[in-house]
């Protein structure tokens, strides 16, 4: 669909000119956790005095490639090259002194000790006096150069946890770029930024963009970031992962946000693989849950919706723009702060997650594995879980444990649980089948509104389709479903009405029957925000 | 299709988290202990030292049982020693003030409650850590407790706890002994099979995700407190009428013998997986121990260093690789 060129997996098929000198080579790189494959044959070059964008969804397998490359991970196999030498780093230190360099997502500072200490974590080695002793005022010597050198604006003698928060999302860019650069004296060091700029206040952007300029001049830098408007300006050029594959490298100058997203995404579709055929018009359905200016700050404000029996309202909206919050707030979790939730016709006051299961709203989390469901228990255990107080106990409290294990058998036998039996622990299940198990628990309950955050994240495909035909089923009984999910193809392909979201507001509500599906473009130039390119990261 | 063909499982060895491969490791070291110290003490496969033993362990049996279910869930009481000193120093007191017989175990069961639902509601609604809680209160126990003894032990005399806690229904074994099965029983019975039991199953392994799915995760912590303070209260009674006396050093060795004890048994500190069932196994360990190295003139300085490198040494060796077991 689009004019690029995508890299095949095999070495061979860079599309690098042969003059163009690689400083890091991957090849065919694959890494499983358990059952699924996060990364799968992957292969690309790093060419120097470039920056490379790297871009996928969540999930995509991003931090896994750069855990790879900064020797915090082992890959299961593929072979990786630096300045032509194999490259197989034993840890983070390895790979620094090598020269590949690397800034965390979640701030890897220590916040009770000078800025400088923080500077040169690691490096203590270099400046021990007699052997033992560190020689603090070279180290802040050394710090303050770096300081300088990026034109940075601290002190580097106080205390780390004086700055706020952007300030130290800045030093911790800086120990990444700077380290090689000054200090190993790497000749072309690598360095990898994974999400730098999501912590980063707009005053000290600037900031950034001069250091990664400079640090491109000496070796190349690899940029992680959902952030594709800056993605677009910093880089040179941007590889695409998709579910753990290579499936696109793009030059910033022939790419569009647009078309980044659609690649991020997008992923060839059956003919009818949402079952748009049993998609039926709602509009004399009575209405099952109507919204009201419902307001939970700072993620999301004045969201007004209704959901009718049998209808799918699709949310979409950019990473930030409050739509999980949102989901969290109707499903009682985290409940909101002013607005109005009427379910069935009658207003619920304090919403509020028990009440609202015992009223047969049903709710899946994206985050399946910290929030969905407990690995270590049994798939019975798991699907018993929401139902304790009514299904499997007795008025005195004595569990059903027979039953609990014969509901659980009949739903692993109904949705098709691959090798599942009600004791088998959950972790020993691929994602699509614990998701299934996730939506049994709910399904025991036969709940009259489904509340999904992305219910097909880290699904793969058969089992996805598996989980679209429920929802397409559940729909025939009537049940509402309120479906959050960044995928954009399964938000136009599953809901009759789709309601953008965009820094926790309603930014445009499509609708989408059958003959007349937005497109994706639509819907992306409604998330994107036209006028104020700053985003607020808030709540998801 | 597409997809790629995956494995979806690779084994199916465990079967529930309440059975695994960590039971064989504790039953290993209890035959071990039983069989060395056989070997090198004569009086202690005796049916004169049994009847000593079972009753020695009884007290942290049966304290063991409630403080399980809290490490179950995840968080820790480090007071129940501090609510057997207490609660056996107002059943003394009591008893002595008024001869109330047998009913003096409900009255401390009652007073362990509340002490328990004192640290309930700090942790579970007041969000304090649950070892800063219990570390407080167990220093508040104990002083209350002291300052009622003023420091020194207090006598009484009742028949009808005296037939309950040393009386002979079973010979060789001592009531108590059967005071502390039953107690096990009843944890092992709510544990696995009731809504409260698999609750604290729930809470421990996955906090968020029980919370997810509409379980009153903060009122089953504070029933896991109460439960634990009365078991603790009745422990306490228990104690006291085996003793015949309440002193200032009742329930000092509770705190680190009931942890270990839960510990060694199999009962993970991160929550979520052992239960009632394996503290037993624990309780052995730590009883016969004592016992053994009592029996073998050990003196009680070098006694506290073995009991710890034993305990150590049975975590380290239980634990698989990797997975920390932290207080939440």
Redesign the interface.
């Known amino acids: 669909m689009h004019k690029l060129r995508v890299n095949s997996g095999d070495t061979e098929g860079s599309f690098f000119d042969e003059g163009t000198a690689a400083l890091l080579r991957v090849s065919r790189l694959t890494k499983r956790f358990g059952p699924s494959i996060v990364l799968d044959n992957v292969s690309f070059e790093i060419p120097a005095n470039k920056t490379i964008g790297l871009i996928g969804e969540n999930g995509a397998g991003k931090s896994t490639l750069l855990n790879i490359l900064s020797g915090m991970l082992r890959q299961d196999s593929g072979v990786m090259w630096l300045h032509g030498q194999t490259y197989q780093p034993t840890s983070y230190h390895a790979a620094c002194q090598l020269g590949v360099g690397r800034a965390f997502q979640e701030q890897a500072l220590i916040l009770n000790v000078p800025v400088y200490e923080n500077l040169l974590l690691g490096q203590e080695a270099r400046f021990l006096r007699a052997g033992l002793f560190l020689d603090r005022r070279a180290m802040a010597a050394a710090a303050a150069q770096m300081v300088e050198a990026a034109d940075f604006d601290v002190d580097v003698t106080r205390m780390t946890r004086s700055y706020d928060f952007s300030r130290r999302q800045v030093m911790e860019i800086l120990r990444a770029c700077l380290v090689p650069v000054l200090l190993t004296k790497a000749e072309h060091p690598v360095i990898l930024l994974d999400e730098p700029t999501s912590a980063l206040a707009k005053e000290h952007e600037l900031a950034f963009f001069r250091l990664v300029d400079r640090v491109k001049t000496k070796g190349a830098v690899v940029f992680v970031s959902h952030r594709l408007t800056e993605v677009l300006e910093i880089c040179d050029l941007i590889y695409v992962l998709k579910d753990g594959n290579l499936v696109a490298a793009v030059e910033s100058k022939d790419a569009s946000e647009a078309e980044l997203h659609s690649l991020m995404v997008g992923r060839a579709r059956m003919s009818d693989y949402y079952h748009k055929t049993q998609q039926h018009s709602v509009q004399q359905n009575p209405v099952l849950l109507e919204v009201r200016s419902l307001t939970g700050p700072p993620a999301y404000t004045d969201v007004s919706l209704t959901v009718r029996t049998g209808e799918i309202v699709g949310i979409g909206g950019l990473l930030g723009s409050g739509k999980s919050a949102l989901a969290k707030g109707i499903a009682g979790l985290r409940p909101p702060l002013g607005g109005t939730i009427k379910y069935r016709g009658s207003e619920i006051h304090k919403p509020e997650i028990r009440r609202l299961i015992r009223e047969g709203i049903a709710y899946v989390p994206a985050e399946r594995m910290t929030e969905g469901l407990i690995g270590q228990f049994p798939l019975a255990w798991n699907i018993s879980m929401a139902s304790g107080h009514d299904l499997f106990s007795s008025p005195l409290g004595r569990w059903l444990s027979k039953k609990e294990e014969a509901v659980a058998s009949q739903f692993v036998d109904k949705l098709l649980i691959k090798s599942g039996t009600p004791r088998i622990p959950c972790d020993r299940l691929s994602g699509g089948n614990q998701q299934k198990v996730v939506l049994s628990r709910w399904l025991c309950r036969t709940p009259k509104l489904f509340v999904l955050d992305n219910p097909t994240r880290g699904v793969d495909v058969g089992a996805k389709e598996e989980i679209y035909r429920l929802i397409r089923a559940l729909t025939q009984a009537g049940v509402g479903i309120l479906l959050i999910t960044d995928e954009l193809l399964e938000l136009i392909g599953l809901s009759h009405r789709i309601i953008i979201m965009q820094s926790g507001r309603v930014a445009a509500e499509v609708d989408a029957p059958t003959e007349a599906k937005p497109s994706e473009h639509d819907l992306l130039a409604l998330m994107l925000p036209s006028a104020n390119p700053t985003k607020h990261d808030a709540g998801n | ?4 063909k ?7 060895k ?4 309440g059975l695994d491969r960590s039971w064989w490791l504790p039953l290993a070291v209890i035959i071990g202990l039983i069989l060395f110290f056989s070997a090198t003490s004569n009086t202690f496969a005796t049916v004169r030292n049994l009847t000593i033993v079972s009753a020695q362990a009884s007290t942290l049996l049966i304290v063991c049982i409630g403080a399980t279910f809290v490490v179950l869930m995840g968080s820790i009481d480090l007071s129940v020693g501090a609510t057997v000193l207490l609660v056996g120093a107002v059943s003394v007191k009591i008893e002595n003030a008024a001869d109330i017989g047998a009913s003096i175990i409900l009255v401390g069961a009652l007073l362990g409650a509340s002490l328990g639902l004192l640290n309930g509601i700090l942790y579970a609604y007041g969000a304090v850590p649950s070892f800063v809680v219990t570390l407080g209160s167990l220093s508040i126990f104990n002083g209350l407790g002291l300052q009622i003894l003023q420091g020194r032990a207090i006598t009484f005399n009742s028949n009808a706890l005296d037939i309950i806690a040393i009386g002979q229904w079973l010979p060789p074994l001592q009531n108590i002994a059967l005071c502390a099965m039953a107690v096990w029983i009843a944890g092992v019975l709510i544990a ?8 604290m ?2 809470i421990g ?2 906090e ?9 995760v903060r009122r089953y912590k504070l029933y896991a407190f109460i439960l634990s303070g009365l078991i603790a209260g009745f422990g306490g009674v228990l104690a006291v009428a085996r003793l015949g006396a309440a002193g200032p050093t009742l329930g000092q060795d509770l705190l680190l013998n009931s942890l270990a004890a839960i510990v060694v048994g199999g009962t993970s500190l991160s929550g ?2 052992g239960g009632p069932a394996r503290t037993l196994l624990g309780v052995l360990i730590i009883a016969i121990l004592d016992n053994g190295l009592n029996l073998l003139g050990i003196s009680s300085y070098p006694q506290l260093v073995i009991k710890g490198t034993v305990v150590i040494t049975a975590v380290l060796i239980s634990q698989s690789r990797g997975t920390g077991a932290l207080i939440k």
């Open positions: 299709m597409l997809e790629t995956l494995p979806d499982t690779i084994e199916r465990r079967t529930s988290p696995q099979q009731t809504r409260f039991g698999r609750y199953y729930l392994g996955g968020i995700v029980a919370k997810n799915s509409g379980i009153p979520g997986i």
